[in-house]
């Protein structure tokens, strides 16, 4: 029989029931007499442990039936509940939570043994609860670590098209490279750390293959390495010298193919290698159908939806049925009354379209309460390693976001706690001194304002050094002296964001490995978001994410430059207003103008976007001022063809990454207008 029509269920459902689990698990710890919590955990694990059944997970299953039993005995009073049975009970949660993200990978459980746990499970129901226990270490980082001892093994494979290409490469004389990428083992952001790797070797020459593949290593679906198959003209020293400089990379190996591959004759390939501009394309459907046959089969994304919003959605698009009959006997009627009646019916489908719009943004719309529920566990396991007393506060977990938005939002998130409680909360004995509270408290807040989504992190330590940030900034070159008397508060602060800034004095686990906080901003920017900081020293800190409502449709403002038509969305626009070339100064090579009392640089999106026949406009001028945080800038454009919501469409893979561009829309004449990312302009 096969169960994997029934994969896409069960992952649903196991998740569902981790995250019941999670949140128990943590009241049980505080409320170990409970009997309803170990219920609760009973009741899981037999749930669990029944669909792992029926759809042949042996591992799955043995971890959850030795978990119910031990359930049981403590239920019938044979076993006492400790801390040391709930930190093997959390163990064996993390366990469960790895089988099922790696059956959402490759449809399998993965090499991880739980062997050891089901031991200590055992040995708690004959010994009563009273055993010592050691930290349990899982097959799959013994298997990572015997893989990395002794001679470097590449395990990225050639198929005949690749080999072709490859030859043809050698040929050509253009430098051959595999390469193995080994992140730090606390990297945070894996698939932002991968980002930076291949958006570096893009820039430097052509990556032709990877293992796994892209949109895998983009889903984080890969452990702590991947490998690249590379061409460049760069020699093999400079490569992993640009390689390793970036932070989070704990090893970069690369070996060079200098010899011709064999490969079979081919009859369908069309190859070509471009050396003049280091450009080298591989295009092959044969290629493509080998490489999907390669790969298991991911899990869809699904949204649970409430039944009262499909009915709602259900009955508007029987009104536009409704509307599409009446269109239809409006145009095949010749009355004096049809022009008006058309015009009522019009305006009728532009009220329907709306409330659809509304109908379906809520459908996709899920509370933040998904991504917070995460955070109580790791803030416990945090405050446990660090020795620090940690209250977690969160409010507005009902608040409603994209599901798009859900996904991508987590791993800032978690960045943003850890820092708030190594960096920013004391220890113990500097909060009794200063008065305060020996248990620091983060809290985590989330609520709408107008059309974006608030997240809020914010904690009652240190806050932040100006000063120490400033020293820092000149003592690592970021900036000079006369450079840094130059800045203003916010500007100071701001720096955190620079790549490899970190203020830590010691490598920990947590920080001191030059993270900083860049990758944050990179991921927040690219969900049209913007990230603030408030603080005040010896207080605390507030972190501030801003993210728009949802990232498929949004209101924009058209304008025109020459003949082409771009979008620049409305939530970045603070006002338009027009000026005078003759007001415009030189400052540093920028145009500024003196306007509302401030310096406001001027940018010319026409020279940026080299359009054609563009020409710098004298005389009056209209400019759009945008915002991003607290920064301004004035976009000079053409003309103004007014507010219009849009339908955002993505440019593709070969276009990804393009600066400036974050995509596109179809116009109601069926032609394209780019949407211009202002926060890039900056």
Known sequence: MDMNQYLEIFIDESKEHLQEMNQILLELENKPDNLKLLDAIFRIAHTIKGMAGTMGYSK???????????????????????????????????????????LIANGEEGALDT????????????????????????????????????????SIEFDEITRNVINKAIESDVNIFKIDVI??????????????????????????SSKPDVELIEDEKF???????????????????????????REVVIEEIDEKLEVEK?????????????????????????????????????????????????????????????????????????????????EYLERITTSLHDAVMKVRMVPVERTFNRFPRMVRDLSKDLGKG?????????????????????????????????????????????????????????????????????????????????????????????EVVQLSEKEV????????????????????????????????????????????????SKFIIRLPLTLAIIQALMITLKEEIYAIPLNNIKEISTINSEEISMIQDQEVVLYRGKTLPLIRLGSILNTKKYEKNIGDMLVVVVKKGDEEAGIIVDELIGQQEIVIKSLGKYLKGINIIAGATILGNGGVALIVDSNQLF
Do not use: W
């Open 493 to 540: 602060i701001n720096l955190l964001f620079n790549a490899g800034f970190s203020t830590a004095k010691e490598v920990t686990d947590l920080s001191g490995r030059g993270v900083g906080l860049d990758v944050v901003k990179s991921k927040i920017e690219s969900l049209n978001g913007t990230v603030e900081v408030d603080t005040v020293l010896g207080k605390g």
């Open 266 to 346: 081919l009859d369908d390939t069309n190859d070509i290698v471009e050396t003049k501009d280091k450009k080298i394309e591989k295009k092959s459907n044969k290629s493509k159908e080998k490489g999907k046959k390669k790969h298991a089969k991911k899990a869809s994304k699904t949204v649970r939806v409430d039944i009262e919003r499909l009915d709602n959605l259900m009955n508007l698009v029987s009104e536009l049925i409704i509307i599409k009959t009446r269109l239809e006997d409006g145009g095949n009627r010749h009355s004096e009354g049809r022009t008006s009646e058309m015009h009522e019916t019009i």
């Open 60 to 102: 799955i299953t043995n971890l959850t039936h030795k978990m119910e039993s031990l359930m049981h005995e403590v239920r019938t009073g044979n076993v006492k509940i400790s801390e040391k049975i709930v930190d093997v009970l959390f163990e064996c949660f993390d366990a469960l939570e790895e089988y099922v993200e790696n």
């Open 390 to 482: 940690i209250n977690l506060v969160m409010s507005g977990e009902d608040t409603e976001v994209d599901r798009t938005v859900i996904d991508e939002i987590g791993d800032p998130l978690i960045h943003l706690i850890r820092n708030s409680i190594d960096h920013g909360i004391e220890d113990k004995a500097t909060r009794i001194a200063r008065g305060k509270d020996e248990n620091g408290t983060v809290a985590l807040r989330a609520y709408p304002d107008g059309n974006t989504v608030v997240i809020e992190v914010e904690d009652d330590g240190n806050g932040i050094d100006s000063e120490a940030i400033k020293n820092i900034a000149i003592e690592r070159k970021f900036l000079t002296e006369s």
């Open 115 to 154: 062997e050891d746990l089901v031991n200590k499970l055992a040995a708690f129901i004959s010994n009563g609860g009273d055993v010592e226990i050691e930290k349990t270490v899982s097959k799959s980082t013994v298997d990572t670590e015997e893989k990395n001892d002794g001679e470097h093994k590449f």
């Open 223 to 249: 452990d702590l390495n991947f490998e690249i198959l590379y061409f460049t003209k760069l020699d093999q020293l400079t490569l992993h010298n640009e390689l390793i400089n970036i932070s989070e990379i």
């Open 183 to 208: 992140l730090d083992e606390n990297c945070m952001l894996k698939a932002a750390r991968s980002f930076i790797v291949f958006n570096k070797l893009e820039n430097l020459g052509e990556v032709i």
